[in-house]
């Protein structure tokens, strides 16, 4: 398997601008987790879907961000519009039923820069 | 409160060495207690994780200890190696994980 695949890896752009991130989880996994990871605040969760619903988005910092899932093989995280304090790594990561436990499987990682 | 609290930021081990590092959780619904690894530019990754109804697991070099009535939990990495070089963080929860701050292991040759 090719593991969890986002796109793009790296990402510059100006305030204002709309950002549209990317993952596509492991085939098989229901669970799709969003995170975003900076110096100052460490690794922190943003929303989770199962079987494409989402389950909790209250670490979705405010409005200017959203996420959908489409379908089980797909999912965006938008920004809209994106300010410097944006910028960090963002990671997608998706797991098996609830009943295997909490094995995460992240990505490699979207680093986003808003300048 | 789901506050989580991991130390030390930052650990320097000659190899060879024991690695110890520690969580405590305030949350006593969390029912799965994992450590994970991230090297530079990677994602992290699940190293080892216990449920509460053991006091200690082992694979490898990687052993975890679990302190219920305490509310923490360590990682020991024995026989510490300079590809043991990465960031750890604990990550108390279930399907929803809190993660530690995390903690810089440097192992020297």
Redesign the interface.
Known sequence: DAG?IQSPRHEVTEMGQEVTLRCKPISGHD?LFWYRQTMMR????LI?F?NNVPI?DSGMPEDRFSAKMPNASFSTLKIQPSEPRDSAVY?C?S?PS?AS?????????TRLLVL | QQQVKQSPQSLIVQKGGISIINCAYENTAFD?F?WYQQFP??????LI?IRPDVSEKKEGRFTISFNKSAKQFSLHIMDSQPGDSATY?CAP??????????TRLLVSP
């Open positions: 969890v669970y460490g690794l922190e969760l989770y199962n909790d990671f990561a797991s609830r436990g909490i094995s995460q499987y992240f990505g490699p990682g | 799965y994992p530019g990677k994602g992290p990754a699940l994780a963080f929860g279930f399907q929803k994980l809190v993660f530690g701050t995390g």
